[in-house]
């Protein structure tokens, strides 16, 4: 029979673009989020977290934002490089067992 | 490179068969977890230990069963294994069980089931 994959969400991008990646989450009661990005072939990568009682981070070339309101997370990558070219993945804490619930990914693809 | 170490990176078995998976977590991190990546399912948490004793249970099949030694590295030990647990498994860990303490992965397990 036919096999069933995960239909990943895709961006693609100019290299030297900015690059912004969403995420809905859906527990109300987690209090920390985590960005991490997936090469492929390889583990997931931690890139940036947050906790809730923010509503911005910065990182180097990334930035996430919180929006508890509507449990909305956004990855912002500035002048995005071939080497971003990966799944990115925002992951949800509820803080009382650890037990990080992943969100399905979005394909980033930079073109030359 | 996370310092997470995953052992073996691929493996083939046959169904009926019984594997069992390795990690050592990051130097001084406590708390190791497991999860599996299946094309179909994403990201699942399975299991959680701090400092050698469960913490916590995700979507862990009763055929799957972990620990965690008092060198603080892992195993993963999955029987009568069936075609659909083909996936990637992927071992993490953190300093502390806290929420807020970055969780690291390694590089993952393949297992391929035939």
Redesign the interface.
């Known amino acids: 029979g036919e096999s069933v994959g995960l239909h990943l969400p895709t961006l693609s991008v100019q290299e030297g673009d900015n690059s912004i990646i969403n995420c809905a989450y859906s527990n109300s009661a987690s209090d920390y989020f985590i960005w991490y990005k997936q090469e492929s072939g390889k583990g997931p990568q931690f890139i940036i977290d947050i906790r809730s009682n923010m509503d911005k981070r910065q990182g180097q070339r990334v930035t996430v934002l919180l929006n508890k309101t509507v449990k909305h997370l956004s990855l912002q990558i500035a002048a995005t490089q071939p080497g971003d070219s990966a799944v990115y993945f925002c992951a949800e804490d509820p803080g009382s067992a650890r037990q990080l619930t992943f969100g399905s990914g979005t394909q980033l693809t930079v073109l030359p | 490179d ?1 310092g ?1 170490t995953q052992t073996p990176k691929h493996l083939i078995t046959a169904t009926g068969q019984r594997v069992t998976l390795r990690c050592s977590p990051r130097s001084g991190d406590l ?1 190791v ?1 497991w ?1 599996q990546q299946s ?2 399912q ?4 399975l299991i ?1 230990y701090y400092n050698g004793e469960e ?2 249970k ?1 979507n862990i099949l009763e055929r799957f069963s972990a620990q965690q030694f008092p060198d603080l590295h892992s195993e993963l030990n999955l029987s009568s294994l069936e075609l659909g647990d083909s996936a990637l498994y ?1 071992c993490a860990s ?1 300093v502390g ?1 806290a ?2 303490n ?7 397990s393949w297992l391929t089931v035939v």
């Open positions: 996370s997470v708390s977890y999860y094309l179909d994403g990201l699942q948490f959680q913490r916590a995700g992927f953190s069980e929420s807020g970055t969780i690291y992965f390694g590089e993952g």
